[in-house]
């Protein structure tokens, strides 16, 4: 897999990753990844994952309520630890921002959820065991001194993130006393978007079933919505992935106006 535009930030990340697994997880630099919906911050985790063959198990923090709460909760979501045979693992938490729920500034609720699952974490991050839910309602500990926890959020794309911008917005200092690396992905430029088009192996696919149809064609006409939109699009590259599907579902043949009808062009608040 191409990574595209995060060549830097690739390199470092890659250090971490490999320091993980060659200290069999003795040395854990757990890390924050901050940048832009769609410059990827997945993408380059499941490459990093797959490069060094370790296990893969991701969360999604705006799903994530606290323990005694109805919903899933962090002992819920890694339960599937309970079968991973102590193989060496990355946890993705994705969405990390989302926890910090602003709008609801107001809301007691919302701060008991937030501190809740902020507090959960820690207790994760301090031990070398944790309780996870397992079947027939009951729990039980496992290990947990093999996982490397990655906690990624676009932050609604700020640039150049800090640990004191980190708190700002909510983040607990014992948290980031025990996560304290924060790497920052760069928004895609265009000519970034046109390097991941060219080498999607979603277009390959399409075009492995429309064999008539010319890649040359559709990259040329693909280029020309991505620039036309390229000042209102807030989901990086993932408005790819869709240009490609619509491209071909309407037969080549994808006017202005439904490009706009597909593109996001407002960005959240935190």
């Not at 926890?99 to 919302?110: E, K």
Request: glycine share 6%; charged share 25%.
């Amino acid at each position: 897999m191409k990574i595209v535009g995060q060549e830097e930030t690739m390199r470092e990340i890659t250090r971490v990753i490999e320091i993980f697994k060659t200290s069999e997880a003795e040395i854990r630099p757990h890390f924050i990844l901050t940048g832009p919906s769609g410059s990827g911050k997945t993408a380059i985790t499941k490459h990093l994952i797959e490069k060094f063959d370790l296990n893969f198990l991701e969360i999604n923090a705006a799903q994530l309520t606290k323990e005694g709460t109805s919903g899933n909760s962090l002992s819920k979501a890694l339960s599937p630890l309970a079968n991973s045979q102590n193989r060496l693992t990355v946890c993705f938490v994705d969405e990390w921002d989302k926890l910090f729920i602003s709008g609801n500034s107001n809301s007691s609720l919302a701060h008991e959820t937030t501190n809740g699952v902020q507090n959960e974490f820690l207790k994760v991050l301090e031990a070398d065991e944790t309780s996870v839910f397992a079947d027939y309602g009951k729990y039980m500990n496992i290990n947990t001194k093999n996982v490397l926890f990655v906690f990624a959020g676009a932050f609604n794309g700020e640039e150049d993130i800090t640990l004191d911008r980190l708190q700002e917005l909510g983040i607990k200092t014992e948290f980031l006393g025990r996560v304290g690396l924060v790497y920052g992905l760069k928004p895609l430029t265009l000519d970034n978007l046109y390097a991941i088009l060219e080498d999607s192996p979603l277009l390959e696919k399409y075009l492995a079933l429309y064999k008539k149809v010319d890649k040359e064609t559709v990259i040329l006409d693909i280029k020309k919505h991505l620039k036309a939109t390229f000042e209102e699009n807030t989901i990086g590259a993932r408005t790819i992935t869709t240009l490609i599907h619509k491209w071909f579902l309407k037969g080549g043949k994808l006017t202005d106006e439904e490009v706009k009808e597909i593109t996001f062009q407002k960005s959240l608040e935190l």
